[in-house]
């Protein structure tokens, strides 16, 4: 049977083939053809002015990409599902899957080309599950799945099936132009009696999102503890954008020491968030969050601003400390503004700039040398400031990139600081790295010093600074007064010789 589409489309095709139709009629046939045309043209006409039907109905709980199930979709069948196991006394389980640095793949890629890996990324899902289970699009690179209600479902079951499902999906993907290898992390929560929807999907969500936190290519299951964590967690993310506002974060201090003399030359000032309900956050947690809020330039002002006063205080109380060190991220490097906002702040706080080191991340050396970072640093250590390279040994920096910066100190990871006292390797390895900068010019400063041992031996092979928890952990700007006054009291106490008796 003709549909309405059809009828008018014929009805138009009528009315444009009318003349030829008339002619045709009354060559062939005669004029009573011709008149039945004639007197069909107006219901023909008629017809064609009829309003377009509707297009066909689009399944509101289907993705239009891949045709899996949506977020709609999938949240009554889910709700479904845990009906039914409920009633029956059986089980169920939700994974949450996520295709890992889908951002970055498709500014590499294109979106044609993540079309195609979720377009496969579906199918692979899909073929890894059963018939009776459920499987949805959920999110721009995240889907999920819920297994039909049944018996015996356990956590190593589930653990088998998130790596089988991780196996299929990060096999080859071939595009026209390339081969893609993708990864994916994948929570899942076991569904508990009487569960509501809501509650199990949020459960699967969190395991994932501990799971994408530890890394690529990760699974993780929810347990209670993983949903207090991941309630933390979101706690943490909501208010770190207010953090800074409310005061929250300042600058901790931790102390440098010289090893030729053993008196402080220095301290490095570290963001710490003092959380009302939480207490002090390790950077790790919120340095990331503020990063993602556009808060990284701000945070950096405000530890300038605390470094700066600390600087001046220390000077009215009469200690003799140098200078202090800031950590400048990559985001605020790429600020051609950088060199003019350091020397107004240095003015304002009548601080001369050689008492300012600024501490940049090794990846700098090693990453494209933008002109605007090599000019900002450049600009910096011509106005007097210290030049800190972090964590030096944790990358890939060239001896030509040290040239090219005009880095005045090595920071030496603790990655070969580490039991320097016992280990042959880890001293030779010190000796080379201090070779090279006595080479170049470059002063050097060991972190992560914990043990006495490390820092006689670091002293002993040269190595001019020292700092870590060996010395002392960070704290705030009120203790290291006490602290300083008692290490230089240690100082000037004279050596004990020989043994006590009595």
Not at 466 to 481: L, R, S
Request: charged fraction near 20%; include cysteine.
């Amino acid at each position: 049977m003709l549909g309405h589409y059809d009828i008018r489309a014929a009805s138009r095709y009528f009315q444009i083939l009318s003349p030829i139709l008339i002619l045709s009629a009354y060559l062939l046939v005669g004029e009573v053809w011709v008149f039945a045309i004639l007197a069909l043209l107006p219901a023909a006409a008629y017809v064609s002015t009829l309003p377009s039907p509707p297009p066909p109905a689009r399944d509101k709980g289907r993705d239009g990409l891949t045709g899996l199930l949506n977020s709609e979709g999938f949240q009554i069948a889910t709700e479904m599902t845990l009906t039914q196991a409920n009633r029956d006394d059986q089980s169920t389980a939700c994974f949450h899957i996520e295709l890992d640095d889908f951002i970055d793949l498709r500014a590499r890629h294109g979106q044609a080309s993540t079309d195609t890996v979720l377009r496969q990324s579906a199918l692979r899902i899909s073929q890894a599950m059963r018939d009776i289970d459920h499987v949805a699009r959920i999110g721009e690179a995240r889907f999920a799945a819920t297994l039909a209600a049944g018996p015996s479902l356990d956590r190593d079951a589930c653990l088998r099936l998130s790596a089988r499902l991780q196996t299929a999906l990060e096999e080859p993907v071939t595009l026209p132009n390339a081969t893609l290898l993708p990864t994916c992390s994948i929570g899942f929560a076991l569904a508990t009696p009487q569960q509501e929807t809501n509650a199990f999907l949020d459960c699967a969500a969190q395991a994932l999102e501990e799971a994408r936190r530890k890394g690529t290519s990760c699974i993780r299951a929810h347990s209670p503890e993983l949903g207090r964590r991941a309630l933390r967690h979101r706690q943490i993310e909501t208010d770190a954008a207010f953090a800074l506002e409310r005061n929250e974060i300042k600058a901790w201090f931790q102390p440098q020491l010289s090893t030729d003399t053993g008196r402080v030359s220095g301290f490095e000032a570290l963001a710490r968030w003092d959380h009302p309900k939480f207490g002090v956050i390790p950077p790790i947690e919120f340095l990331p969050l503020l990063h993602r809020y556009g808060l990284s330039e701000t945070l950096t002002d405000r530890m300038l601003a605390h470094a700066f006063k600390a600087l001046r205080k220390w000077d009215r109380l009469g200690l003799d400390i140098p200078q202090v060190g800031v950590n400048f991220a990559d985001e605020e490097l790429h600020n051609p503004n950088l060199p003019d906002k350091v020397a107004w702040a240095l003015d304002r706080f009548g601080i001369l700039p050689e008492r300012l080191t600024i501490e940049i991340l090794e990846s700098v050396a090693t990453g494209p040398k933008e002109t605007v970072v090599i000019r900002n640093i450049t600009r910096l250590a011509d106005l007097g400031c210290g030049i800190d390279l972090d964590d030096f040994g944790t990358g890939q920096t060239s001896i030509g990139a040290l040239r090219q910066l005009p880095v005045s100190r090595l920071k030496i990871s603790r990655m070969f600081v580490s039991q320097v006292d016992r280990d042959g390797d880890q001293q030779r390895m010190i000796t080379a790295i201090l070779t090279m900068c006595e080479r170049l010019g470059i002063e050097t400063l060991a972190e992560g010093v914990e043990t006495a041992g490390e820092h006689t031996m670091l002293a002993q092979l040269g190595c001019a600074h020292v700092q870590g928890f060996g010395i002392a952990h960070p704290m705030p700007f009120a203790e290291t007064i006490a602290w300083t006054r008692a290490h230089r009291a240690r100082l000037a106490a004279p050596p004990q010789i020989g043994r006590r008796t009595g």
